[in-house]
């Protein structure tokens, strides 16, 4: 946990800030970092919430390389296209390859080779793996990286009406996702490319540090998440409709007119941190790469595909933007890298030792995922330390009080603390 004073002076906003503050990451090359612990930790657990809703809404898991070949992009007619956003590698058979910046020409090949027909269909492959674009401006940390963590999924149907069906799957599963970070995400319109029609949407995190201008009805901004007991393969239209008949849309989508139009106490304009993006594109790889299916009309057609993005790297510094204070980071308990943090203040003083061990124990056996500091600093100096990092509860012990057979419980979001024995402590935290 190498945590620091003072911030670098690069760190331009509040989130890349703190997380090198606060020692999750460290900067290898612009846009390209190392995950330290208490990073690493954050980033796995964001990405597990990821992979039970995805699991949840009927998607599977698969892991594709990081490493492709061109020709797969040359197929799709993609690879001179792309630019300089892609980093391009040769072999030692000079054969050319890329670090994948996205990932729909595999996914669609390992599509093509297993998959004939329409009746195993729908399906919906996604993986959460390192992309690599070359960005122009990489800045503001893992926000917008080089190097970058990403869930994202492909979905396969036979015609348009079931790939909504898809969609709107996805359209909810998202929409739970954030709100199980603890993040308020708005889906707003974007823009569908080529093939034209409403199944495009970004979801945004409000925040003033944000790269987009959000513009959207306050009834959507204050509609809460769908949550878990959804007909996943039922009909899901009335309620994604029920959202996207709301005015939302970022700068490039904005008509102002329609805004204009609304009453002005629904009008919201925001900065937002776009932190997923799904849209459906029917036939644009399908086609080119002859990924076909036979329908039950025994004819065989392009198979037709959405694909739907959660920036998993940059929601670490969203959260971070969107939940902190003067002294660091707070968690949502779903993401924080230790459940709790037991505070020794006299490590080496036996009464001390012993509480501290019990605490410890049953934090973990409660599967809190405990920190336990025991590290010789003053006490001044481990508060500011966890408050920094961020962890959601703290259990402060001290000669005084293992006398008197109590411990100091601070919850961090809150500030609120109070005094009691070890047991009743450990009972507040399991809620
Ligand atoms: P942006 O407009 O921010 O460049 P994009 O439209 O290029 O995003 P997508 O290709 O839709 O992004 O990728 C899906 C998600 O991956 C985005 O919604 C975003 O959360 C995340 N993402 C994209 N580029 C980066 C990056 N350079 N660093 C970190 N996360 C990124
Ligand atoms: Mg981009």
Redesign the pocket.
């Known amino acids: 946990m190498p945590t620091l004073r003072e911030a670098p002076a690069d760190a331009q906003i509040v989130s890349h800030q703190l997380m090198l503050r606060a020692g999750l990451i460290r900067q290898e090359a612009a846009g390209i970092y190392a995950w330290l612990p208490l990073g690493l930790k954050v980033l796995k657990k964001i990405e597990q919430v990821v992979r039970e809703e995805m699991n949840r809404a009927g998607a599977v898991e698969i892991l594709m390389p990081t490493l492709q070949l061109a020709d797969l992009w040359r197929e799709s007619g993609r690879y001179d296209d792309y630019g300089e956003e892609m980093l391009r590698i040769k072999d030692r058979h000079d054969r050319d390859l890329l670090y994948g910046p ?1 990932a729909e020409e595999v996914v669609t090949d390992i599509f093509r080779g297993y998959v004939k027909s329409y009746k195993d269909l729908p399906k919906n492959l996604y993986n959460i793996q390192w992309k690599f ?1 070359d ?1 122009r401006r990489p800045r503001f940390g ?5 190097e ?1 963590l ?1 869930k994202d999924a492909y979905s396969f149907d036979i015609d348009e009406a079931g790939a909504r069906r898809s969609y709107n799957r996805m359209f909810l599963a998202y929409l739970n996702v954030y709100a199980r970070l603890g993040l308020k995400a708005i889906p707003v319109k974007a823009d569908p490319g080529p093939i034209g029609g409403d199944m495009s949407h ?1 979801f945004m995190i409000l925040a003033d540090t944000g ?1 987009s201008q959000v513009f959207a009805h306050r009834d959507l901004v204050e509609m809460g998440a769908p949550g878990p007991n959804i007909d996943w393969f039922g009909d899901l239209e009335p309620e994604v409709s029920r959202r996207t008949s709301l005015y939302a849309a970022s700068d490039e989508m904005h008509d102002e007119a329609r805004f204009a139009a609304m009453p002005e106490e629904k009008r919201m304009t925001a900065r937002g941190i ?4 799904i849209f459906y594109f029917g036939e644009k790889y399908s086609k080119p790469m002859k990924a076909l299916v036979t329908g039950p009309d025994g004819k065989d057609t392009p198979v037709q595909m959405g694909s739907y ?3 998993v ?2 929601l670490v510094g969203a959260i971070i933007e969107a939940s902190h204070d003067d002294s660091g980071i707070i968690w949502p308990d779903s993401v924080a890298p230790f459940g709790a943090a037991v505070l020794n203040l006299r490590a080496g003083d036996a009464g001390c030792d012993e509480v501290c061990e019990e605490a410890y124990k049953s934090l973990t056996d409660a599967g809190l995922d405990p920190l336990y500091d025991h590290r010789a600093d003053r006490p001044g100096a481990k508060f500011a330390a966890t408050d920094l990092v961020g962890i959601p509860w703290q259990v402060v012990v001290g000669p005084k009080g293992v006398a008197e057979g109590v411990v100091e419980l601070k919850r961090r979001a809150t500030g609120e603390r109070q005094t009691l024995p070890l047991a009743a402590a450990l009972k507040v935290i399991a809620g």
């Open positions: 996205t674009r960005e893992v926000m917008r990286g080089r970058f990403m970004e790269e776009e932190v997923g993006h993005g959660v920036g790297s940059r």
